[in-house]
């Protein structure tokens, strides 16, 4: 790729980059958010078309206008969400847009497919229809799809940031076993330690522009994280002692159910205390939104108590308080769900109009005060480092890290006492992460209670004080951060209890 | 006594427009078009081919052509349809206009442009009555087999029909055959569900819109000219088609959007429509009654699917929305 520019607006998404991919070789392409890693990759595979420079592919000057002709040059691309069908089966999705000669043939289509699965190691059932299945084997009939086709470069757009460390490793090991039958694997990602597990070679962007590649054997952590952010950062994460630890939340035989009947949480018990950050693993859909919510007083519960505890050491029981109730007792949560806008924050609305969402009620008068949110809101793009050209922008124009930090900043603004906290980073690069990691801990020596669900187990580790663990929505365990062992929690999120007996 | 073998055929043929409607609406939802001008559509199919065959019956001197009396107020009628299909999708597709508020106008466009080239063609004939009879032209619609008569109550139940009842039997099975068996069924329904995976995966979204919508409301006009030229023996008269078009789109969601449940779910709207005339009823009110019942039935399906959550009997994923590749 030579000179490729990219413009969205006013904004320069790719600047002249140049980026050499070899055959046969894993590459990782490591950037912050907005870096333009998945918009130089989106041009690779037809999505988007770039403004400027060329494409040589083997040496030819190529035109990707589509994603059909990116298929014909042999490049596939997995995107970070999902294009699948969800009451397709996996065979209709994967043959989906080709056009094979002869009838519409799905037994063949299947038989074939279980052949690329056996070829590769994949684990799925050609006849399974998506919405049964579970997020990683999304992912795999994703790249069974690419692999249909034929493909010989395959582009994975952040692929582990939906998977359990276990799921992550059989994934690793299929992209080895790609690697060694001839094809080229590039992995978008921001995490660094699956760059020195996974890659040959690792190119890194920054704000748009390619600032340099290195052999993945011959650098390390720190060294790639200076090149990305462009200045020396500090990757380890504080964990300050906790301060007076004192039981703030007592959760005893919490069970809740779904709407449809299904068990979300069964049976959980544990406190919460404030001064400390108790972490919350477990696979994705596991009961850890049920969990907050009901907290928050967002979910009905079937059964058990919940216990606010306040800094006299009265309980208050939060059951059948409403979330309004709940909210001025200093519960405050900040759930970042995977429609980043679907749930604290309104898209169409600007960033003060937001701020103001959780004070309006504060007003006196019939007229809402708006100086005070906007303070908030330059306060919050101050200190989080939110890019946005004005206060006055919708938040949905935003890109979703900057959306992250506008949620988060505005939760923590309330002055909590517990503060509730689900993937507040997900999707966001290593410098915004810290930000966020920084003002947990803040929050943390105030003594605020900080519930944090994470998807990272590595950062779990480095950050919580204690980490529950939930299996299948049953406590699996709670273990102690600075003890833990990764694999145990691995382990725990996919058995209860971790289970001796190995499978 | 219940009269069944009166009641069917009175039944089939009430529920024919409607299975033109249902097969036309769903091959436009399954693309993810939520097209409610389709009773609007269905009236402008109607009065065009009334247009169309009006005027042959003007120009023609003499006996009709038998070709020519059934081609050109068919082919007039598809005409007629193709560009409100046309409408629809430039403004919805291209546009990215809302569906409802394009399909409302256009139904409300639809009914008014029936009603006043009715009601020029009833000015031009000067009759007494305010509805213009083709008659001439209708008897070949709705010719039957002559063996039909023969064959006693076989032949009434199951012969006894113009062709456009056989032809609406076929499109709705050929339509339900490829939508769910061929390549191209998978890709439109890929288009309805999820857009932006069919793009993805090198689908032209937009023209499978654009062939779904102006196919779907070629079919649906041909409902509007089953009405008048088969049902209403070549008579019409303005608002006579009433809300059957609504029907139709009832029936879509009545029939969980397959077009082969729709041949018998059309029969049993129809049935439910004309029932008050086969029932021993006192007064208007009971009758009107009579007339909600395909409209519960379809309340009673809704409630019944949603309560059982099978994935594969919800609407279209997209259904209603616009799609832009590159909004994010």
């Not at chain 2, 106008?105 to 000067?126: D, E, P, Y």
Request: glycine fraction near 10%; include cysteine; charged fraction near 20%.
């Amino acid at each position: 790729m030579r000179d490729i520019t990219k413009v969205f607006g006013t904004v320069k998404a790719n600047n002249k980059v140049n980026l050499d991919i070899y055959r046969g070789e894993i590459l990782s392409l490591l950037g912050e958010n907005g870096s333009g890693k998945t918009t130089l990759m989106n041009m690779l595979s037809g999505i988007y078309y770039p403004d400027g420079g060329e494409v040589y592919i083997n040496g030819e000057l190529a035109a990707i206008h589509s994603p059909k002709e990116a298929f014909g040059y042999g490049i596939g691309m997995i995107h970070q969400h999902f294009k699948l069908v969800d009451v397709f089966t996996a065979t209709e999705n994967i043959i989906l847009g080709l056009k094979e000669e002869g009838k519409l043939d799905l037994k063949k289509a299947a038989e074939k497919i279980r052949q690329i699965c056996d070829t590769y190691g994949f684990d799925i059932d050609p006849d399974q229809k998506i919405y049964n299945m579970s997020v990683s084997q999304k992912q795999t009939v994703e790249i069974v799809k690419v692999l249909y086709r034929g493909a010989d470069i395959l582009i994975l757009d952040e692929p582990t940031a939906v998977l359990t460390p276990q799921e992550t490793e059989k994934l690793f090991a299929v992209l080895r076993n790609m690697k060694a039958a001839g094809k080229t694997v590039v992995i978008i990602t921001h995490k660094l330690h699956e760059v020195m597990a996974i890659s040959d070679r690792v190119a890194v962007l920054r704000k748009g522009e390619f600032v340099g590649e290195m052999i993945t054997a011959e650098t390390n952590e720190q060294e790639m994280t200076n090149m990305m952010v462009g200045r020396v950062v500090s990757l380890n994460i504080d964990r300050p002692e906790p301060v007076d630890p004192k039981p703030r939340i007592k959760i005893e035989n919490l069970t809740v159910k779904s709407q449809d009947g299904i068990l979300k949480l069964d049976d959980v018990s544990f406190t919460a205390n404030s001064g400390e950050i108790l972490g919350i693993a477990g696979i994705s859909g596991c009961g850890q939104k049920e969990l907050l919510e009901a907290i928050a007083g967002l979910q009905p519960v079937e059964n058990g108590t919940i216990k606010y505890i306040d800094n006299d050491g009265e309980a208050d029981e939060l059951i059948g308080k409403d979330p309004l109730q709940i909210a001025a007792m200093g519960v405050a949560l900040s759930f970042v769900p995977e429609d980043r806008l679907g749930m604290g924050l309104v898209g169409n609305m600007d960033l003060t109009d937001n701020m103001m969402l959780r004070s309006f009620r504060k007003g006196k008068s019939v007229f809402t005060d708006r100086k005070t949110p906007k303070a908030l809101a330059e306060r919050v793009v101050d200190e989080l480092e939110v890019s946005t050209s004005s206060l006055s922008t919708p938040v949905r124009k935003l890109s979703g890290g900057n959306v992250q930090k506008v949620l988060v900043g505005r939760e923590i603004a309330s002055a909590p006492t517990v503060l509730l906290s689900a993937y507040a980073v997900r999707g966001l690069d290593i410098n915004s992460s810290y930000t966020i990691y920084d003002l947990l801990n803040q929050q943390k020596k105030k003594g605020v209670a900080v519930v944090y669900v994470g998807e990272d187990l590595d950062v779990l580790m480095e950050l919580s004080d204690r980490i529950l663990v939930l299996c299948g929505g049953k406590v699996s365990g709670i273990v102690d951060g600075r003890t833990a062992d990764k694999n145990q929690i691995g382990l725990m999120m996919t058995k209860l209890g971790g289970g001796a007996d190995n499978e | 006594m219940f009269d069944l073998v009166a009641f069917i055929p009175r039944a089939v043929m009430q529920g024919m427009p409607l299975l033109f409607g249902c097969t036309g609406e769903t091959i436009s939802e399954k693309a993810g078009s939520l097209n409610l001008g389709i009773p609007g559509v269905m009236y402008v199919g109607g009065i065009c081919g009334v247009i169309g065959s009006f005027l042959y019956e003007q120009a023609c001197e003499g006996p009709l052509n038998p070709f020519l009396a059934i081609f050109i107020p068919m082919a007039s009628c598809l005409m007629g349809s193709l560009l409100m299909g046309l409408l629809f999708s430039v403004l919805t597709v291209t546009l990215r206009a809302n569906q409802n508020v394009v399909g409302l106008a256009m139904t409300t466009f639809g009914v008014g442009f029936g009603n006043f080239f009715g009601g020029s063609l009833i000015k031009l004939t000067g009759g007494a009555v305010p509805s213009i009879a083709l008659s001439e032209t209708s008897r070949f619609f709705s010719k039957h087999l002559a063996i039909a008569d023969s064959l006693g109550w076989f032949g009434k139940i199951f012969l006894s029909y113009g062709f456009l009842t056989y032809l609406a039997i076929a499109i709705a099975i050929i339509t339900a055959y490829v939508l769910k068996k061929t390549r191209t069924g998978l890709q439109l329904r890929a288009v309805g569900e999820n857009p932006a995976t069919a793009d993805a995966a090198g689908i032209n979204v937009n023209k499978y819109k654009y062939c779904a919508i102006c196919i779907g409301c070629m079919i649906a006009g041909l409902g509007g000219l089953f009405y008048v030229m088969d049902y209403a023996s070549g008579v019409w008269s303005n608002d006579a088609f009433g809300d059957r078009g609504w029907l139709a789109i009832a029936l879509v969601i009545f029939t969980l959007w397959k077009p082969n449940f729709a041949i018998f779910g059309a029969i049993i709207f129809g049935g439910l429509y004309i029932l008050h005339l086969f029932l021993p009823s006192g007064n208007m009110a009971v009758k009107e009654l009579y007339k909600m019942l395909p409209y519960i039935v379809t309340i009673i399906v809704l409630i019944f699917t949603s309560v059982r959550k099978r994935r594969e009997d919800q609407p279209p994923e997209s259904l209603g929305l616009p799609y832009f590749r590159e909004d994010r």
